[in-house]
């Protein structure tokens, strides 16, 4: 049976965990949970370099932040003989309730019109091979609404009293997702550094020098939306407390570059 041949730099790099030889699924060893190194082949990861020894590394790291921001869509429609009586209804409502944001103190930059449809209602209840007739016209239009969370409550009991008829969605958001990125993003970056170096001391190096950086992923997931409600059963009465907890949301950052490793002698 021929002898396998393993080099000083492979040795080195199995004596510090930090890499695993793809030659066959018997043979490695089992998963650490606290190590996400990949498995794979020892050319993949470490490979000549002119300065040295170059390595691949990924770092990942998460940071869990409290959603400060409520986005609201606010559903009015309403059904008329025309067209026109349909709009001007659900136009009315909707003004009144653009009034009451701005007395919220919420900017119109926050406030969008997500939804602007009319359209007609047909009676097809004559089964004698006529075309179905036109019995009235239903108007909608759909208002996002970007809150602060302390006032959700408020918001919701604006759109009850002007006469919406569901709320479509509530999501918790980030205000500064950026920022928590970034700071997921630094902490990848030093674990991935922490890797590099894990490896050039099992080589006996030293890292001289970062290069071939990848361009960092993001990922974030919290609470899923809430379903589509009707009005009824988000709040019973105007000024009741509206019940939502926005939970929490992780921002997920992760990054992957080559470190030249310089070996003495």
């Known amino acids: 049976m021929p002898k396998s041949t393993i080099t000083p730099v492979a040795l080195a790099l199995i004596a510090a965990g930090t890499l695993f030889i793809a030659l066959k699924p018997e043979t490695l060893p089992a998963a650490n949970a606290q190590d996400s190194f990949s498995r794979t082949e020892l050319n993949d990861v470490v490979i000549g370099h002119p300065d040295g020894t170059l390595v691949r590394v990924a770092g990942e790291a998460d940071v869990t932040v409290v959603p400060d921001v409520a986005v609201t869509d606010a559903g009015f ?89 569901e709320i479509g969605r509530i999501v918790f958001e980030v205000e500064d997702e950026e920022g928590a990125f970034l700071d997921a993003l630094a902490l990848a970056t030093e674990r991935a550094r922490g890797r590099a170096d894990r490896i050039a001391k099992a080589l006996g190096g030293t890292v001289t020098s970062i290069v071939e950086v990848s361009e960092p992923e993001r990922t974030s997931f919290g609470p899923v939306p809430y379903a589509r409600t009707g009005v009824a059963e988000l709040a019973s009465d105007a000024g009741s407390e509206v019940p939502l907890a926005p939970g929490e949301q992780v921002i997920r950052a992760s990054v992957a570059f080559s470190a030249v490793i310089k070996v003495a002698g």
């Open 77 to 165: 429609l309403f059904e008329a003989p025309t067209a026109d009586a349909a709009q001007r209804d659900v136009n009315e409502r909707v003004t009144r309730y653009l009034r009451a944001l701005k007395r919220l103190g919420i900017p119109e930059a926050r406030i969008q019109t997500v939804g602007y449809t009319v359209r007609p209602r047909y009676d097809y209840s004559d089964n004698r091979g006529r075309d179905p007739r036109i019995v009235g016209y239903i108007a909608r239009n759909t208002v996002r609404v970007r809150s602060d969370i302390p006032k959700l409550d408020q918001v919701i009991d604006e759109a009850n009293n002007n006469g919406v008829n």
